[in-house]
């Protein structure tokens, strides 16, 4: 497929950049729906489901634990809130309520497509839903979502501490990735992220994390990155860091993108963190 998509661009760039330009998108905005031969894990077995709509789509959500203060789990793109559980045992055990959803066109939720706009605003929705978030965790894509969320002027959204658990920075650095992976030509490129830019409105430096973190609404942040994450360079977080020293960070080693989140030792100093 990915050999397909290459000699498309190849061709069809050069001779109809906007239409390819939009295929482009339709290809960038779809994430694959993992499905997973596992049975169904007892924690997720022991979940409160419930929908929220969102842009005219059921988005699936999760609930454990009894009325306490929420702390809200946002997975990465191409995954879903079981990637997320292992935070849910110690996080109910210390008195949470933990929250979690299949972000849009991923999961068990409705769509096809999906974008970091769409997913904020799902946060958002979610969190007027129940009625406040307390805190969030959140993962790679998730992170920059909830970075997002709370920053942006037209949201109200405020949460006491966020976790990011390695993030992107730069949208244009995502780009980047993605027209080296499909050999996409310049003059395609140009038009991708004219439609980018007018889809969202705004323009591609606007949302910029390092940037964006200085004015989110929460009081601490906490970020983890993984010095061997092959998925999104440290160095990303690190120039965050760089430009919000209250930031606190905590770089790990041999962990890596996705067993991160899975890992004993981070998902106790988060907790940590969560209650200091």
Known sequence: MLKIIRLGF????????????????????????????????????????????????????????KQGPKVLLVHGWESKAAHMQNFVPPLVEMGYEVLAFDGPAHGKSEGKQTNLIDF??????????????????????????SGVALSESTSQLFVNKLVMITSPNKLQDIFNDFYRIVRMPAIVQNHFEILIERIVNKPIEHFEM??????ARTNEIMLIHD???????????KRIVALNPRIKFWATQ???????IKDREVIEQVVEFLES
């Open 120 to 145: 904020s605003h799902t946060i958002e929705t979610l969190a007027l839903k129940v009625g406040g978030i307390t805190h969030i965790i959140a993962h790679s894509f998730g992170s920059g979502a």
């Open 10 to 65: 190849k061709h069809l760039g050069p001779i109809l950049p906007q239409l390819a330009g939009n295929i482009a998108f339709k290809l960038f905005a779809s994430p694959k729906k993992i499905k997973s031969s596992r049975k169904p894990s007892a924690i997720m077995d022991e979940a409160r489901t419930f929908n929220i709509v969102h842009q005219d789509r059921k988005i699936q959500c999760y609930a454990w634990g």
């Open 210 to 215: 390092a940037s964006r973190l200085k004015y």
């Open 227 to 237: 010095e061997n994450d092959t998925v999104i360079p440290i160095d990303f977080s």
């Open 254 to 260: 041999g962990k890596g993108h996705y067993k991160i």
